[in-house]
Structures are given as structure tokens and as C-alpha cells.
């Protein structure tokens, strides 16, 4: 391999307009939720966070009280929540296609990046939402094995005598676990399908799927290794920031703005770490081993044409006799 061949390390030095890529897609981050966000805060505001048995409580939150909180949200959450997640997947489409073409080897023309991202994200959105229409698949049929599985160890060690401490958290904790890194699995397909898609202009998901698993082969480290583990480390940041709110006192002043400053570097973070993963792998894709991906044609497997056909074949030597 060439010794020079250096993506992860490389993709730390991206092109111009990167910065103003990660700030676009931090208010996009910070667009999408803000429906759901408001929406409970504004809820919660109101009525579950002004109770006694929330404001009175020293110390941490206990996790009851906090699921409690959760219970407590208003009305309009579930569809403020539907609204975030689509403004979310949608401007995610958007933005992953116009980064592969500001990050990659032949930036366009066009500097400014809010055109190219429209421009570009439109040209592949179909086949992108496609990609994350099989990763969501992918994703719950997952889920709901790791569930299964997981139920029925519950049942073995209930049989077998397990402590309450066994069944109770560690089982539920290694299931969550597990299930993290599965959708995160599903992610780095679904993200290396449509950075493909976009590199090559191709239009066939399910073979794209297929090229996007020998990259994953021939690099387990550098492409699947690499997103599985700063997504998940990125995702867990806001999660450390907002287990540091609940496991301190009731705060105000200048010890909430360092909180919300800690949720902010997080977020900021996410938006840094995904352009590192959009520009190592475009500079992972170029690589000379990888030639003959790039190679492969963009067509059709072939099986729906097959199956139509399918009919046909088997009356015509009925009628022959």
C-alpha cells in the first residue's frame, strides 16, 4: 500500500469552506430541533418542572423523577417531535450532498455554500432518502432482534437464579448497548452508500449498498471503524453534558451557562467530526485499491426484469408441448 495513503490523518486538513460547512450545519442541527425543544421546554415550563417533587429535590434528579419529567410532556410534543425529525433527515440529505462536492478532490466552482448544498443536495435527494429508508429498515429489524434476544436472556437468568441487580440493569444496559452499535453500524453503511452515490452520480441504491460493504471489507478501520467510533463518542458528549445536569444541584446563573456552553461545544463537536468523516472518506474512496469499485457499473441487478419474465418462461414450454 502507498506509503503517503494517509485519509484519516489527511481528512484533518479539508479544503476552504469547510468552516462555513460545519457552521451551516450546526444551525441546521440547531433549526431542526428547536420544534421539539421548544415545544417541551415551553411545556414543561408551564406545569411537570414547577412541581415540588422537581424543584424541592436535592441534589441529582433521581432517574424516577426524571422518566417522570419526561411522562410530563405536553400535548403537542409528539408532533413537535415528527417535525424536527423530518427537518432533521431532510436537511442532513441536503448538507451530505453538497459537502461531497465541496470536500472533494474537484470543488465547484460556485463559492458560495448555501447554493452549492441546495444545488447538490436536490440533484441526489431521491436516492439518499432511499439509502435512509433501508437503513431504518435495517435499523428496526436489528432493534427488534436484540430485543428478542435479550428478553429471553432475561428468562434464562430469571430460571437460572440471576440477582435482581443482573436482570434489572446490567441486562437492560448491555441491551442499549448493543443496540447503539448496531445503529451506528447501519449509519456508517448508510453514510459511505450515499457519500458513493454522490461521488460517482450513481442512482442504484441497492448496488451502491453492495459497494459501500466491500469498502467496508477491504477497510473495516479506516471506514466503518472510524465512523462507528467518533459518531458514537461525539453522540455520547451531549449525553455526559446532560448527565452532568442531573447529577448536580439545581443550578442558575453562571453555573447553567456552563452547562449549556458544554452543550453547545458538543454540538459543535458533531459538526467538526462530520466533515472529518465526509472528507476522509472521499480521499479513502480515490484510493487506487478501490479503482475497481469506482469502475463498477451503475446498473441494475436485473432480478425485477427476471421476475416479470418469469411467467413467460414457464408457459412457453407448456405451449411448445
Known amino acids: 500500500m502507498n506509503a503517503h495513503f494517509r485519509p484519516v490523518l489527511d481528512g484533518l486538513r479539508p479544503p476552504a469552506g469547510a468552516l462555513r460547512l460545519a457552521l451551516l450545519r450546526l444551525v441546521m442541527v440547531v433549526l431542526a430541533s428547536s420544534p421539539a425543544l421548544v415545544t417541551a421546554l415551553l411545556g414543561l415550563d408551564a406545569g411537570a418542572a414547577r412541581r415540588p417533587y422537581f424543584t424541592e429535590v436535592p441534589g441529582r434528579l433521581p432517574v424516577a423523577r426524571l422518566l417522570q419529567l419526561a411522562r410530563d410532556l ?69 432493534a427488534g432482534l436484540i430485543g428478542a434476544l435479550f428478553r429471553r436472556l432475561d428468562v434464562m437468568g430469571y430460571r437460572a437464579g440471576w440477582s435482581g441487580e443482573a436482570r434489572a440493569l446490567y441486562l437492560p444496559l448491555a441491551s442499549v448497548g448493543l443496540t447503539v452499535l448496531w445503529m451506528a453500524a447501519v449509519g456508517a453503511l448508510v453514510f459511505w452508500c450515499r457519500l458513493i452515490t454522490a461521488a460517482d452520480g450513481r442512482r442504484r441504491v441497492r448496488r451502491t449498498l453492495l459497494l459501500a460493504l466491500r469498502v467496508f471489507v477491504r477497510h473495516p478501520l479506516r471506514s466503518s471503524g472510524l465512523f462507528v467510533s467518533s459518531t458514537v463518542i461525539s453522540t455520547l458528549l451531549p449525553g455526559a453534558v446532560l448527565a452532568a445536569w442531573r447529577q448536580a444541584e439545581p443550578v442558575r446563573g453562571g453555573a447553567l451557562g456552563l452547562l449549556l456552553g458544554g452543550w453547545c461545544a458538543a454540538l459543535c463537536l458533531q459538526a467538526v467530526v462530520w466533515i472529518w468523516l465526509v472528507r476522509s472518506g472521499w480521499l479513502l474512496y480515490l484510493h487506487e485499491g478501490l479503482a475497481d469499485l469506482r469502475a463498477t457499473a451503475d446498473a441494475p441487478f436485473g432480478v425485477l426484469t427476471w421476475l416479470r419474465g418469469l411467467p413467460g418462461k414457464l408457459v412457453s414450454p407448456r405451449r411448445a408441448r
Open 74 to 142: 405536553p400535548d403537542g410534543y409528539a408532533a413537535a417531535l415528527a417535525v424536527s425529525v423530518v427537518l432533521a433527515v431532510l436537511g442532513d440529505q441536503l448538507l451530505t450532498g453538497g459537502a461531497v462536492a465541496l470536500l472533494g478532490p474537484r470543488p465547484p466552482k460556485e463559492r458560495r455554500v448555501l447554493a452549492v448544498v441546495w444545488k447538490r443536495g436536490l440533484t441526489h435527494l431521491w436516492p439518499f432518502l432511499r439509502a435512509v429508508a433501508v437503513g431504518v429498515i435495517l435499523t428496526a429489524v436489528g
